[in-house]
């Protein structure tokens, strides 16, 4: 085995962490390190040396302590579908998993609130308190398998954060253990306090500020009356009008959600029958929420706006099952597109709303152009893109080539005003896309505030911001790109 910053070996390491855990906690054989060698985005695989999996905040601080002492790197992992390699250990480092921490801690009803360990699945979180007619409203697509903790650390979306927000307006307090292992709280379970607001801070920061071990959420009551409209176009940009006129008018859905042509055939595929008209070149499904005669209106406007924009046709679904089946395949797009393809690099720009039919339109562009086949399903009411670029790895120079088009997509989006990333983080996968929105002086800022949480730098090195070498790894990308792509990676 080879040897941690401070000169100490890992086998050392494991034999030390041994005394801190139950023997059952400390994975070194090399067959079960396999697990945890890459995470949602397989593009970049690297196998840790050592893994963790600690019961209790106790026992995260004082593996965290050993790093400190030892000047070891760790890296936070939750249930590892994050797509932009925030959970892989690039450089070598120990990996601090959080999935046995799957307590709920406790459920306050008439404060609306549940606080739970890291490792808890998002959609437990509601499955607790639904008995009582209350929900968590963040829903990553994922949200069987991703763990609270990681939603806390990329502020992860869902279909409904279109009105509800994202992770951050969620979070009332978190338990944190800060990378010197000194555990300490950040906000109040109160929803405004006076202080700085380090909670905020720490939320997105991708485990790069600390782990968090226990994390005090916000339930919202289960709306009176909910109804999903599938509304299927003859072309895309048709779709884009769609959503445009329907926030013109003021109705606010708790989601907006595009599929393309080529998912919506991916998706009735897995599900074995036409759930959504395969002929459409885009469907739109809105949901709408609230007391009966308001959610009435709203989809009276909606259906009227949809079919102005072009629609064929506007579907109601009202019962339960009916809803949920939409929602499903829509949730089960990438798992769709997966049977199809070996395998495919999801992208997650940010264009402003009514940039993305120019948007959409350049991205099957440079599809054409990369010889790439492109999916599109993304969160329309927020202009969060998620094109999928589909690939065979086996195909020789195809990784450079995937990269050099999501590259040129994520072009795209900033020069449209947009943004690198919506909901999936930075990673190590966009870090060297980062400048791209930052002058020199705003990274630099930022990397103080990591110092001051995290002064030796041992907290999940080498992400979210440019390195030299890793970035200069990307420049040479940048070398070999097809003829007329013209991307500048710097
Ligand atoms: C099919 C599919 C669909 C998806 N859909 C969505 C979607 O709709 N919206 C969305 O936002 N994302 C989506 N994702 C991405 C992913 O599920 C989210 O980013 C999720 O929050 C990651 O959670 P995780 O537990 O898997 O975290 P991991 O992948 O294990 O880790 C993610 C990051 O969090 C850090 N981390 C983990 N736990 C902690 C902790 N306790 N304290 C501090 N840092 C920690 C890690 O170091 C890493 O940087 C999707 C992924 C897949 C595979």
Redesign the pocket.
């Known amino acids: 085995m080879s040897t941690p910053a401070a000169g100490i070996g890992w086998d050392l390491l494991a034999r030390r962490c041994r005394r801190l855990l139950p023997a059952r906690a400390v994975v070194a054989a090399r067959q079960e390190l396999l697990a945890y060698d890459s ?3 397989t593009l970049h695989r690297h196998q840790p040396p050592l893994v963790v999996l600690p019961e209790t905040t106790a026992e ?1 601080a004082a593996v965290v302590r050993l790093c400190h002492e030892l000047g070891v790197p760790f ?14 250990a690039e450089t070598e480092a120990l990996v ?3 999935s046995r ?1 799957r307590q709920v801690l406790s459920i306050d009803l008439p404060n609306r609130r549940v606080t739970v360990q ?2 808890v ?2 959609s437990w979180v509601t499955r607790a308190v639904s008995g009582d007619g209350f929900y968590y409203a ?6 069987v ?15 409904h ?1 279109l009105k509800y927000g ?2 951050s307006n969620h979070v009332l307090a978190m338990e ?2 800060l990378p010197d292992g000194t555990v300490t709280t950040l906000g109040s379970g109160l929803p405004e306090t006076p202080e700085l607001d380090l909670r905020g801070v ?1 939320i997105g ?9 226990a ?1 005090t959420l916000r339930l919202l009551r289960a709306p009176q009356s909910v109804a999903v409209l599938l509304a299927d176009f003859a072309t895309m940009e048709a779709a884009g009008e769609a959503v445009r006129l329907v926030t013109a008018a003021g109705v606010l859905p708790a989601g907006m959600e595009i599929m393309d042509n080529f998912t919506i055939n991916a998706v009735d595929d897995l599900f074995g029958h036409d759930e959504y008209p395969r002929q459409a070149a885009a469907v739109l499904l809105i949901e709408l929420d609230g007391q009966e005669r308001e959610v009435g209106a709203a989809v009276e406007i909606a259906s009227e706006l949809c079919r102005q924009a072009g629609a064929g046709t506007v579907r109601r679904a009202s019962e339960e099952a009916d809803r949920a089946l939409l929602w499903k395949g829509r ?5 769709a597109v ?1 049977r199809i393809t070996p395998t495919y690099y ?1 992208q ?1 720009g940010v264009v402003p709303r009514s940039a993305l039919p120019s948007v959409l339109a350049a991205i099957e562009e440079l599809s054409r152009r990369y010889e790439l086949p492109v999916a599109n399903v993304f ?1 329309a009411g927020d202009g969060n893109l ?1 094109p999928l670029i589909l690939y065979r790895a086996d195909e020789p120079g195809v990784t450079e080539r995937v990269q050099a088009l999501g590259a040129e997509i994520l072009r795209l989006c900033i020069e449209a005003g947009g943004s690198i990333t ?4 930075v ?1 190590n996968d966009k870090r060297c896309y980062l400048d791209w929105m930052f002058s020199n002086d705003d990274l630099a800022t930022m990397q103080r505030v990591r110092q001051a949480f995290d002064p030796a730098g041992l ?2 090195p080498g ?1 979210i911001f440019p390195t030299p070498r890793s970035c200069g790894e990307s420049a040479r990308r940048a070398v070999s790109l097809p003829e007329g792509a013209g991307v500048e990676v710097f």
Request: negative net charge; contains cysteine.
């Open positions: 995470d949602g985005l995260v890296v936070a992992r939750g249930s590892g579908t994050g797509l932009s390699g925030g959970a892989v601090i998993a959080t921490m890291p490792g699945i998002n963040p829903d990553p697509s994922s949200q398998v991703c763990s609270i903790g990681g939603n806390v650390a990329e502020n992860s979306g869902g279909v954060c994202v992770t944190v253990v720490f920061s991708e485990g790069t500020l600390g782990i968090a071990t994390i949730k089960s797009a990438f798992a997966g999801v997650d969160h998620h919506g909901e999936h983080g990673g907290a999940n992400k």
